[in-house]
């Protein structure tokens, strides 16, 4: 079952350790109206489902559970790094990644 808008809101928000107050601050709504959206009462608009995501500093897709895949700011930056480089380069990158990724999956095996 994946979590509705309010509840990972909810979640997250906790995770962060902000007050719905503070929540609501920092996207410009009272903390009143963050509530009302972690129960699902109402659902934000675009812009504001935006700036909620990025106070809490997950995608827009995780906020709204549309991927499970959570991405941290610095996993984003890098990602975006990669994915500004020429063909050549970003091969080389991911078949350093891919070599990571089977080593360490290999060893977990072993473990």
């Known amino acids: 079952m994946s979590m509705t808008l309010g509840h990972q ?4 928000r906790k995770k962060k350790g902000l007050s719905q107050a503070e929540l609501g601050k920092a996207v410009g709504t009272s903390g009143d109206i963050i509530g009302r959206y972690e129960r699902d009462e109402v659902k934000p608009s675009i812009e504001v489902a935006m700036k909620i ?9 995780y ?49």
């Open 9 to 12: 809101m909810a979640a997250l």
């Open 53 to 61: 995501a990025d106070t809490l500093e997950v995608s827009l897709d």
């Open 63 to 111: 906020l709204v559970g549309k991927t499970s895949l959570e991405l941290d700011k610095t996993t984003l930056k890098r990602i975006e790094e990669v994915s500004k480089l020429p063909a050549d380069a970003k091969t080389q990158v991911f078949m350093v990644i891919d070599a990571l990724i089977r080593d360490y999956k290999a060893k977990q095996a072993y473990s």
